[in-house]
């Protein structure tokens, strides 16, 4: 393997790999992929080396950019994504921009294979009238933004809201009511950066609505998030009782049934039942889960000043419709989390009505069905935005073994038969573009250790914005290349 400059990886392996792959993201899913192409081709005997390739300089993300900052969890899932960087067939190249810097025809000529895994980033929207409102936001701007991401804005929320919105019944939309309501000391130990805990210790947030347009039983949430919301200290956690009456808001008899054949709809109810029958206690702060309710519209003139909503009721086949009851809530800011979906890869095959790269047990398919030499796609790009972060290991583990099995098939891959083929190293400094190495992201890395004990706040701070990114990692605005969206 070629070191750019700046790897800590000098000393170059003594035969040319028997397979060069290269993984188009940085996230759980990609470096699950990065991980499991060096133990199964290991196991076949077959010498590898992965690129990893990302368009920030930081890798992990959806570990670092989308898992709230109070979940200890984070620790852990980024220690092993580490472990697999730290691999020595696997290289991580960040900073690149797909389609501006780096292109699907210059990957697919300097690589064997390339696995696209780049996500679901983009949210889904309510369309409702009103949503396009200032007051009215995605539950992703906001995670990326209490996450310090370095396309978010600092100062994008405020905080001024008393009274807040949050549309959905996943553990996003639980994450993000805990942000709103606990205390800002609570994070002085976690990595927010220094400006978003600073809106938290100066939010006017009172109270949050949390709202389902389901029941208690078709709710997306997993007992352990529910019960970490109603643990937190500052808050209070509210749910009308009556909705605990499964039978009574759903006669078709669904939510029972859920709740007899599903653990998981247990745990939920048992967490939402004990906060129905929790007696009213004073506090500064109060989470309201509202069920069988649906938006209709977001009003308001120059801002968000309420939210009505129709209650709901079951119908067959999953599905609710509304009863024509209809509530205001009187709300400044509206979030809505129902959902993400990935975005097309320029050039890259996509079905615009799954939101997905098509594909057969991650084989990227053509126009005509059939699959495409060479490419392949893993994660929420491949299924959809479904499952937790762990799925995406066993998710990954099917594509590398497709991939492998036409490598063994296809002993001289079609589309690079060329074992000369120029590196990627070798293109993009010849159109002047130098990637973020690894040990670029420990420069990163190291400062917002260093950043966290100078303002004696755990053990790191997230730094903010791309320009301190690229001064912790060595590279001025002109070594830059499309960086930025």
């Not at 009215?136 to 996450?147: E, I, K, L, M, P």
Request: hydrophobic share 40%.
């Amino acid at each position: 393997m070629t070191a750019l400059a700046g790897s800590p990886r000098a000393v170059e392996p003594q035969a040319v790999a028997d397979l060069r792959v290269a993984v188009v993201g940085s996230g759980p899913a990609g470096l699950y992929t990065a991980e499991a192409m060096v133990k199964q081709a290991a196991a076949d005997g077959v010498e590898v080396e992965v690129d990893v390739l990302d368009r920030l300089p930081t890798p992990y993300g959806l570990v670092r950019y989308g898992v709230a900052p109070d979940h200890p969890s984070i620790r852990s899932i980024a220690d092993y994504l580490r472990r697999v960087l730290e691999l020595p067939r696997v290289r991580f190249l960040g900073g690149l921009c797909f389609g501006r810097d780096v292109t699907r025809e210059m990957l697919l000529a300097c690589y064997d294979a390339v696995v696209y895994a780049t996500g679901a980033p983009l949210d889904k929207r309510l369309r409702v009238p009103g949503e396009d409102l200032p007051g009215s936001a995605a539950a992703a701007d906001f995670v990326r933004w209490y996450c310090g991401h370095p396309d978010s804005d600092p100062a994008m929320f405020e905080l001024d809201a008393e009274a807040v919105a949050v549309i959905g019944a996943g553990n996003v939309a639980l994450d993000v009511a805990r942000i709103l309501a606990k205390p800002a000391a609570e994070f002085g130990a976690t990595d927010v950066p220094e400006p978003v805990l600073a809106a938290l210790a100066a939010s006017r947030v009172r109270e949050v609505h949390i709202i389902s347009r389901r029941g208690p039983a078709q709710a997306r949430f997993t007992p352990k998030e529910l019960r970490e919301l109603g643990e937190a200290p500052g808050f209070e956690v509210t749910v009308d009782p009556a909705q605990t009456d499964l039978d009574r808001f759903d006669p078709t008899g669904e939510s029972s049934a859920l709740a007899e054949s599903d653990r998981r709809v247990r745990g939920n109810l048992a967490v939402i039942r004990e906060w129905a029958g929790r007696e009213p206690r004073e506090c500064p702060r109060r989470v309201s889960v509202r069920f069988w309710e649906r938006p209709v519209e977001i009003i308001g003139t120059d801002r968000v000043t309420a939210l009505r909503v129709e209650r709901t009721r079951p119908e067959a086949a999953g599905r609710v419709a509304g009863t024509g009851e209809f509530t205001e809530l009187p709300v400044q800011l509206v979030l809505r989390s129902v959902g993400y979906q990935s975005v097309p890869l320029p050039g890259v095959p996509f079905d615009e009505r799954r939101a997905v790269v098509p594909n057969a047990e991650g084989r990227v398919l053509g126009a005509d069905g059939t699959p495409l030499a060479g490419e392949y796609v893993s994660g929420w790009l491949k299924r959809g935005a479904t499952g937790v972060i762990g799925s995406n290991k066993s998710d990954a583990a099917q594509t590398v073994r497709a991939l492998l099995a036409d490598r063994a098939r296809d002993a001289r891959p079609a589309h690079r038969a060329d074992r000369a083929a120029p590196r990627l190293a070798e293109l993009l400094a010849a159109r002047g573009v130098r990637p973020v190495s690894y040990a670029d992201w420990l420069g990163i890395d190291e400062r917002e250790h260093e950043l966290a004990t100078a303002l004696g706040r755990g053990e790191r701070v997230k730094l903010c914005g791309w320009d301190a990114l690229d001064r912790a990692c060595g590279r001025g605005r002109a070594a830059r290349a499309g960086a930025r969206p």
